[in-house]
């Protein structure tokens, strides 16, 4: 089936650094979704991509649908101790309404 | 905030016996989907909805059924659980917007000893 290949698995980073994390896949997908999940909860939608080359932000948060369709990178920038967390990509399968996740990026920041 | 709630969001059962989860949504989405986590594994699809009655499965199905008799209401049974079932199972709903954009629900802990 299709797979999302999202990297790094985990980071540990220190207060105020930027961080980048992406997702690449063999498959081309249609809308490109990032989401935050804390421990014991479901995950919340932080940012929507519609089309190549695209580049949104929300706050600190800034994320780019790739061109070629098949990747997508968010960053955060100035971490701050409330970004830990997992972070997750979603990428919406060609003609459905259907996502494919991937395994997610845990973030830790040290104060 | 969607206005998504899941039922219960905690569970110990045995193996072998039924279990049914509820996902109830208060905003009238036509889309809902039923998702299962695992470490290691992300989100994976288990069953997803397409309007009252009208439902398909995905990735990860066996072993599962669901139910939509009413719009705002998607179960999620268990026939016969098993140990390989214990996860956290995620309800979403999908938007009519744009992208069917997906807003989750938070979870229930299901158990299987």
């Known amino acids: 089936g299709q797979q999302l290949n999202q990297s790094p698995q985990s980071m540990f980073i220190q207060e105020g650094e930027d961080v980048s994390m992406n997702c690449t896949s063999s498959?081309?997908?249609?809308?490109w979704l990032w989401y935050k999940q804390d421990p014991g909860e479901g995950p919340v939608l932080l940012i929507a991509?519609?089309?190549?080359?695209e580049l949104t932000s929300n706050g600190r948060l800034t994320a780019q649908f790739g061109i070629t369709r098949k990747d997508s990178f968010l960053n955060i920038s100035a971490s701050i101790p409330s970004d830990v967390g997992i972070y997750f990509c979603?990428?919406?399968?060609?003609?459905?309404?259907?996502?494919?996740f991937g395994t997610g990026t845990r973030l830790k920041v040290l104060a | 905030d969607a206005g998504i709630t899941q039922s219960p969001r905690h569970k110990v059962t045995e193996t072998g016996t039924p279990v049914t989860l509820r996902c109830h949504q208060t905003e009238n989405h036509r889309y809902m989907y039923w998702y299962r986590q695992d470490p290691g594994h992300g989100l994976r699809l288990i069953h997803y909805s397409y309007g009252v009655k009208d439902t398909d499965k995905g990735e990860v199905s066996d072993g599962y059924s669901v139910s939509r008799s009413k719009t705002e209401d998607f179960l999620l049974t268990l026939e016969s659980a098993t140990s390989s079932q214990t996860s956290v199972y995620f309800c979403a709903i999908g938007t009519a917007g744009r992208a069917y954009e997906q807003y989750f629900g938070p979870g229930t802990r299901l158990t299987v000893t």
């Open positions: 498959s081309i997908f249609n809308t």
């Open positions: 979603a990428g919406r399968v060609s003609g459905t309404y259907k996502y494919i």
């Open positions: 991509l519609y089309k190549a080359g």
